[in-house]
């Protein structure tokens, strides 16, 4: 079973530098600037590119059980 991972924005962390919304291929990020953007979770592939490109430690990834495991 493989496990999903969450990709989320810290409300309390995220500054609206853009950085996540621009490193996005998939268009996921929304958000105006300097404020507080969110992920489409629908539309995130999960890749880590908005993790990596966050100045502010603001990307959190949780991980959760498998669909099958529930």
Same mark, same amino acid.
Do not use: F, P, W
């Given at each position: ?7 989320? &924005? $810290?409300?309390? /962390? #995220?500054?609206? *530098? @853009?950085? %996540?919304?621009?490193? !996005?291929?998939?268009? =996921? +990020? ?8 969110? &992920? $489409?979770?629908? /539309? #995130?592939?999960? *890749? @880590?590119? %908005?993790?990596?490109? !966050?100045?502010?430690? =603001? +990307? ?11």
């Amino acid at each position: 079973m493989k496990n999903i991972t969450e990709v989320i &924005i $810290d409300s309390t /962390r #995220c500054v609206g *530098c @853009g950085r %996540c919304k621009k490193s !996005c291929l998939e268009g =996921a +990020i929304k958000g105006d600037k300097k404020k507080l953007h969110v &992920i $489409d979770a629908n /539309r #995130c592939t999960r *890749c @880590g590119l %908005c993790y990596y490109r !966050c100045r502010h430690n =603001a +990307i959190r990834r949780s991980q959760g059980l498998s669909q099958e495991a529930l």
